[in-house]
């Protein structure tokens, strides 16, 4: 095991050999690599309860070859790296668990490709969200932006399974990837997908073996991605959301089944009365009296006046299915702030972080897990309990995901980052939720260590023994950011 495994104190010196740091600069040039503590530091947390630790150096290369030479040198002196973009993940994904290298990914920052003809992009993985919208719009087209901060790049992203403001409709970001070029921990550069036959041909995984799934969902363990294909659609000019309110959970999830039956929105998502508030209320507070405690909205965009009365006939139809039923789903009016933040993405008023958290003090984290639709309302209700008794409010979000059996369930925990045993009790909450949703059949997305811990004691054997041989064939010095799926605890 290599000496970076036992050094865990965040404020600790970096632990630089001169040899390492000569050769890095030899490939990067002096002024894109670093040992300087202080901005180490900067790289040592994130927002999350994951307790920060230092890393020893961080690089920014310039180009996949850059990123070549450090992987061949990161695994002569068997030094952990971490890829890196904006660290927005949400899960301690970036935080160094055994210190090594940072390979900070911000400068390689081009569109390599903007096809406005077939609807697709090539861009290297510094690229942000607002970057490529700006690029984008240009041409009436746009991704499936998240509701997080526009400065996160949109190949993090996307090989992390996140989702966004057209996963209703799209699905997971994931699935918008036509091709990569990768650089495999040891080094070698190679290319999956169309580009992998033809370089020039970026359009399309399929119908290859699917080997981009090496490389997604695999949180920089396997690989650094260096140029990206993703499918990008056309923006319809028209429009139109709809909003409901209803009592439960149960009743808006159901609400929400009914409505994807019919493949009409971009995005169908509800969120608990306590999310609707800017900043979330910290510590918890009781929802008034009478008001609601769900709201939803489904973005749904037309061609024409025509299409969009088609879609409001479909929409009253199963308003008034659910109210037959007995549903307590009620259409409600949405403020307009809301509306725009939520349809105008990448967006500046959710995507700042500080305007959930500031009541909380600066810290965020949450068990954001992909469910089946029909255990969102018995998972919220225990959900519910545990945060109430903890203190915090909850503030839970609900997503169908490309028709109607399972969506993203989260609940967000905004706590002072300041204050240990807040953070502990965040931490503990957290886990304690994310429990009871795997019983339930969840299955948390980019998930930190702790998560990687509660899954791995689920999973079955099989797959975790396949798991662990195709990180060791990929990775064989155990150098990509190493702990961050805990397969090592199970050695
Ligand atoms: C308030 C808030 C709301 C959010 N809402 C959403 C949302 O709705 N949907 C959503 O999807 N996300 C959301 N996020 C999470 C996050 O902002 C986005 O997913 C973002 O695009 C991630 O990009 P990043 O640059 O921050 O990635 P990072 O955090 O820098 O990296 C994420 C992971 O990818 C790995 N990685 C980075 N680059 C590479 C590479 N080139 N090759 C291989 N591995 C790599 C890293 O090692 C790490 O494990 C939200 C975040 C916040 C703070």
């Known amino acids: 095991m290599s000496k970076y495994k036992k050094m865990r104190d965040p404020l600790r010196d970096p632990n630089v050999d001169p040899a390492v ?19 180490l530091y900067a790289y040592s947390y994130d927002l999350t309860f994951v307790e920060g630790k230092m890393p020893d150096y961080a690089v920014l290369p310039q180009n996949t070859e850059q990123v070549s030479q450090i992987m061949k040198l990161a695994n002569k002196f068997k030094i952990p790296v971490i890829p890196y973009t904006a660290g927005s993940n949400i899960g301690g994904l970036c935080i160094p668990e055994q210190g090594g290298i940072i390979m900070d990914l911000k400068q390689m920052n081009k569109i390599i490709e903007l096809n406005d003809n077939l609807h697709y992009v090539v861009i290297e993985p510094g690229v942000s969200h607002a970057k490529l919208a700006a690029a984008l719009y240009k041409y009436n087209l746009r991704f499936s932006w998240p509701v997080g901060p526009p400065s996160g790049s949109t190949s993090s992203c996307s090989l992390c399974h996140g989702i966004g403001g057209m996963s209703g409709r799209y699905g997971l ?85 009914a409505l994807s039956n019919y493949e009409i929105a971009d995005d169908v998502t509800a969120v608990s009365w306590w999310l609707t508030q800017v900043p979330i209320p910290s510590p918890y507070k009781p929802k008034p009296e009478g008001k609601p405690e769900w709201f939803s909205f489904a973005a749904t965009t037309s061609w024409t006046e025509k299409e969009k009365e088609a879609r409001e006939e479909i929409w009253q139809s199963v308003m ?23 349809t105008q993405l990448p967006s500046r008023i959710v995507g700042s972080t500080k305007n959930y958290t500031k009541q909380g003090g600066g810290g965020i984290a949450w068990p954001g897990t992909f469910t089946p639709l029909d255990k969102w309302g018995v998972i919220y209700e225990e959900w519910k309990k545990i945060m109430i008794r903890r203190n915090f409010s909850p503030a839970v979000r609900i997503t169908d995901y490309r028709g109607v059996h399972y969506g993203m369930l989260r609940a967000f925990f ?49 797959y975790l023994s396949l798991l662990k041989r195709v990180k060791k064939m990929l990775d064989p010095n155990n150098i990509m950011n190493p702990g961050k799926m805990a397969l090592e605890d199970e050695d």
């Open 21 to 39: 740091l000569k050769e890095l600069k030899s490939i990067v040039g002096d002024k894109k690599v670093t040992v300087s503590k202080h901005i």
């Open 173 to 257: 970001n994931s699935e918008a990837i036509t091709s990569m070029e990768v650089v495999l921990p040891t080094g070698e550069i190679v290319k999956i997908g169309s580009c992998a036959i033809n370089d020039k041909a970026w359009h399309s995984v399929l119908p290859l073996p699917q080997m981009d799934g090496l490389f997604k969902g695999w949180l920089g363990t396997t690989g650094v991605v260096t140029k990206l294909g993703l499918a990008v659609h056309p923006i319809p000019p028209i429009l139109k959301v709809f909003t409901a309110s209803a009592a439960t959970c149960e009743d808006m999830a159901y609400y929400m089944r």
């Open 320 to 342: 008034d299915e659910e109210k037959k039923k007995g549903s307590s789903v009620v259409y409600v009016e949405y403020p307009d702030e809301a509306l725009r933040a939520r």
């Open 414 to 462: 905004t706590f002072d980052k300041g204050d240990i045993d807040h953070t502990e009790n965040a931490r503990q909450g957290i886990v304690e939720c994310l429990r009871w949703c795997l019983d339930n059949g969840g299955i948390p997305y980019k998930p930190g260590v702790d998560f990687a811990k509660e899954i791995n004691k689920r999973c079955d054997q099989g």
